[in-house]
């Protein structure tokens, strides 16, 4: 689809375990973001990519979180020895230029669920 | 003191009311404006942007008080699918990529 495509779409794993979370941007779309929603809370800003570099990285919550970006495309967030607090729907957007005068376009989120 | 802020609501209205929300917002400094609607565990879509001159699209109005360091949505004739949580959203401009979001405010619209 010409959407914004985060895979998986669920994720349930034991404590301590490490997860990958991917996300495919719309195509030509030079930003990139990820954030993370707790059921009934507000979007919390983890990282921005413009291009394959990570101007922001302020929202990372510890070091057990890491995300890169390959070939100004896909990007993969990483957390290390997951814990129950990580627990959450994380969700990624694109924009066709950094710098917020374009709107971000979300995609369906990847629920995760640490046991 | 948050850098967006928004009455989290629940706003309860009838089908056929006019609701109106409002975001302030701290820097000054601030570029651009949106407000997006989310619906329950789903992702957070584009309602529209907001002009600094006010701008319309059908029901919906949107208006910048720079001067006060507000935005607000006003929501005419309001149907039950309007039925969302409304997230204002405010960017600092070219320099800075992070968007602000608000924690949105919360509207039922009921029969």
């Known amino acids: 689809g010409a959407g914004v495509s985060q895979s998986p779409s669920n994720k349930v794993t034991e404590k301590g375990k490490d997860v990958e979370l991917r996300c495919d941007p719309i195509?030509?779309?030079?930003?990139l973001y990820w954030y993370r929603q707790s059921l009934g809370q507000g979007l919390e800003f983890l990282i921005y990519f413009q291009g394959n570099s990570a101007p922001d990285k302020s929202g990372l919550p510890s070091d057990r979180f890491s995300a890169e970006r390959t070939g100004g495309s896909v990007s993969t967030l990483t957390i290390q020895r997951t814990q129950q607090e990580d627990s959450a729907v994380y969700l990624c957007?694109?924009?066709?230029?950094?710098?917020?005068?374009?709107?971000?376009?979300f995609g369906d989120g990847t629920r995760l669920s640490i046991l | 003191r948050k850098e967006v802020e928004q009455d989290p609501g629940p706003f309860n209205v009838p089908e056929g009311a006019t609701v109106a929300f409002n975001c302030t917002y701290s820097n000054s400094a601030s570029q651009s404006f949106f407000w997006y609607r989310q619906d329950c565990r789903k992702e957070p879509k584009l309602l529209m942007s907001?002009?600094?001159s006010g701008n319309e699209d059908g029901r919906f109005t949107a208006q910048l008080n720079r001067a006060s360091q507000y935005i607000s949505l006003l929501i005419r004739d309001s149907k039950l699918s309007d039925s969302a949580t409304y997230l204002c959203v405010v960017n600092m401009g070219s320099n800075a990529g992070k968007s602000t979001f608000g924690d949105g405010t919360t509207l039922t619209v009921k029969p």
């Open positions: 907001v002009y600094s």
């Open positions: 957007a694109s924009s066709l230029v950094g710098g917020g005068q374009q709107p971000q376009h």
């Open positions: 195509s030509g779309h030079t930003a």
